[in-house]
């Protein structure tokens, strides 16, 4: 069957998974190995996070880091944190979809299929969305402090809270940047493993 046109072919395909996931309204259409390496590239500007924050003006790393950005916990490093774990939490979950898809051979019966493109939408919308959202908010703090000490006082006398002031966690800004790293190069092994596997194994563009 051609696929020069994906969303004519999925709904005439032989797959009942294809034809529910095309039928079904879904903010994420991309295929679930191309989400997968999406979500990868969240963990690595997340990885990002160390570099950047070193790059900070000096006042304000010796003024919030001792000078050392590595071996700091602030609060935007416990953020970080956090979008890596949703991000890799919803990415795990779409490589367990991908590994039922390849196990079945794409073989669903309608409720099955049902059922595991609701978890695909699921860790879709948590990985893409929520962990996109919560990148972006950490990005926004890591930048705010380019504009010195005295911009993050002024955001703090507004009301804001101290992006820079200690977390309390003992999880330094290094131990976030290898773990986003790493979780992200083995999503996108695991993103092209599933894809070779989907399309040499069972001819199913994962």
Not at 78 to 84: E, K
Not at 134 to 151: E, K
């Amino acid at each position: 069957m051609s696929r020069d046109d994906p969303i004519a072919s999925a709904l005439l395909s032989d797959s009942t998974y294809e034809r529910v996931r095309r039928q079904r309204f879904g903010w994420f259409k991309q295929p679930v190995t191309r989400k997968i390496t999406l979500q990868s590239y969240l963990l690595h500007v997340l990885a990002g996070v160390l570099p950047v924050l070193a790059l900070l003006p000096g006042e304000l790393r010796e003024a919030y880091f001792a000078g050392s950005v590595a071996s700091a916990a602030p609060k935007v490093g416990l953020l970080a944190f956090v979008a890596v774990g949703v991000i890799a939490a919803a990415a795990t979950g779409l490589v367990a979809v991908a590994a039922i898809r390849l196990y079945r051979d794409d073989e669903f019966d309608e409720h099955t299929a049902h059922s595991v493109i609701n978890l695909e939408d699921l860790c879709s919308m948590a990985g893409l969305a929520t962990g996109g959202i919560a990148t972006v908010a950490t990005y926004t703090f890591v930048l705010m402090g380019f504009g010195g000490v005295d911009l993050v006082r002024a955001w703090v006398a507004f009301g804001g809270g101290n992006p820079y002031a200690p977390s309390g966690v003992n999880l330094d800004v290094g131990t976030v940047a290898v773990t986003a790293l790493c979780l992200g190069v083995w999503l996108q092994v695991a993103a092209a493993y599933l894809h070779v596997r989907g399309m040499t194994e069972a001819d199913i563009d994962l």
